[in-house]
């Protein structure tokens, strides 16, 4: 039971989906489910109740399971623009090195070197700071140009492995290698290789079944160094983990959390929705997740989505093709708000309704030329819920989208 509750939640983002209606869904599971205890004003997150919180303990095999399925690398480069200024200028090998504003002129640094780090210099700081810190420092002002071309350089390389990139700045991005044939670590040893080869920088990988992991694990053996967390290590990998390496914990709640007795991500494991959301407000829900090593945002590569579509998994299965029609209203019209906000343009080729059922198996119905109407989803609801007549744990709805014409065929027409 425990762990159905947990799972009940799961939902996927993908390519297609969108926050905050997934934001919605959840509140709105979270507020038929467990009102009472969230409008408890009793109820307060206490070191000593999460010590008997319902859901101490609880692991989630299902989303672990979905997990299995992505591969995903954070690809980081060392000390960015500090490692380019040294390349280019090799006698400061070895030399502490910061990029940034002079401290006549009251500037910040951008980044240092490795070698300034040791003195506790940092991005961001005060040069003058700095220089108190490492009275050797070499500071350089900052070149973009430079910077811009080498990251450039970079993401070419990066799409000669794979298409699906999420740069997140110059130096950083994600990559999905899920149906890359080699294994990601080796992949990314492959990549940071390639890299080095042609711009003699160093960089840094992380590799796991999601952004999050990926992201935290690209910081363990930097610089010049990669780590993997498979799937089965995630538990592992999370109960030890300081909170505050979770997106979305800053100084103030990591703050908040070390005065409620939790320092780790396992120690916030045994808090509760309803208790993280007290604590949190929503952002106690994604929490909920992301404590667990649970994270479905998708990569997502700056190119034309497919498909949009919205699904939810619902606290209780529903058994009747009445209690899903129900649902699939909403869900019609989470989806139809969300293609006029972001799609408004787009030629819809096909509509589709997606389930899964109570033992995980899942079906989906779509059909050419139907228009995206109510009707014409609840049509397809009824033709995949008949295949198999078996309680629906979730119920996805979506629209696929024609290829966007290539510029060139645009021009064509004109
Ligand atoms: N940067 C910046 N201001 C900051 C942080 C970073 O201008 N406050 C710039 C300089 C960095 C680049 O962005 O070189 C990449 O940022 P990272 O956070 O990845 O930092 P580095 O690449 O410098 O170091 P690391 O080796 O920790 O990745
Ligand atoms: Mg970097």
Redesign the pocket.
């Known amino acids: 039971m425990l762990v159905r509750r947990v799972v009940r939640v799961w939902f996927v983002m993908g390519v297609n989906g969108s926050r905050s209606i997934h934001f919605r869904r959840k509140l709105r599971w979270l507020i038929s489910e467990e009102k009472p205890s969230l409008q408890s004003e009793k109820f307060q997150i206490t070191p000593e109740n999460a010590r008997w919180s319902p859901a101490c303990g609880v692991r989630n095999f299902d989303v672990q399971n979905e997990q299995k399925a992505r591969a995903i690398i954070h690809l980081?480069?060392?000390?960015?623009?500090?490692?380019i200024e040294v390349r280019d200028r090799p006698s400061l090998r070895g030399k502490p090195v910061g990029?940034?504003g002079a401290r006549e002129r009251r500037g910040?640094?951008?980044?240092?070197n490795?070698e300034a780090r040791k003195f506790g210099v940092r991005?961001?700081m005060p040069t003058f700071m700095a220089l108190q810190r490492c009275p050797n420092l070499i500071v350089l002002p900052?070149r973009f140009d430079v910077?811009r071309r080498e990251a450039a350089i970079i993401r070419g390389i990066l799409y000669q492995f794979t298409s699906i990139i999420e740069p997140l700045?110059?130096?950083?991005a994600y990559l999905d290698v899920t149906s890359h044939p080699s294994a990601p670590a080796a992949l990314a040893e492959e990549i940071r290789t390639a890299i080095f080869r042609t711009t003699k920088l160093t960089s840094?990988a992380g590799i796991g079944p999601n952004k999050l992991i990926a992201k935290i694990a690209s910081?363990i053996n930097?610089?010049n160094g990669q780590f993997e967390v498979k799937p089965e290590q995630v538990a592992d990998f999370m109960k030890n983990l300081p909170v505050r390496k979770i997106w979305g914990i800053g100084e103030k709640s990591e703050r908040k959390l070390e005065e409620l007795g939790v320092k780790t991500c396992g120690e916030l494991q045994r808090f509760s929705r309803p208790e993280l959301v007290n604590v949190f407000g929503k952002f106690g829900l994604e929490l909920y997740e992301l404590c667990r090593g649970i994270d479905d945002r998708p990569v997502e590569p700056d190119r034309p989505r497919k498909s949009l579509s919205t699904e939810e998994t619902f606290a209780v299965d529903l058994a009747t093709l009445e209690q899903c029609e129900e649902k699939l209203e909403e869900l019609f019209q989470d989806v139809m708000a969300d293609l006029a906000q972001k799609e408004s343009t787009r030629e819809i080729t096909k509509i589709f309704v997606k389930l899964k059922f109570n033992d995980f198996t899942r079906t989906t119905a779509e059909r050419a030329g139907l228009a995206p109407t109510l009707e014409g989803f609840r049509s397809l609801l009824e033709e995949a819920f008949g295949r198999t007549g078996k309680p629906v744990r979730l119920i996805g709805v979506g629209v696929r989208f024609a290829e966007p014409m290539p510029e060139s065929a645009q021009l064509d027409l004109l």
Do not use: I, R
Request: charged content about 20%; aromatic content about 14%.
């Open positions: 980081d480069m060392d000390c960015f623009y500090a490692a990029v940034g910040v640094l951008t980044t240092c490795y991005s961001a900052t910077y700045s110059l130096d950083e840094s910081e930097k610089p």
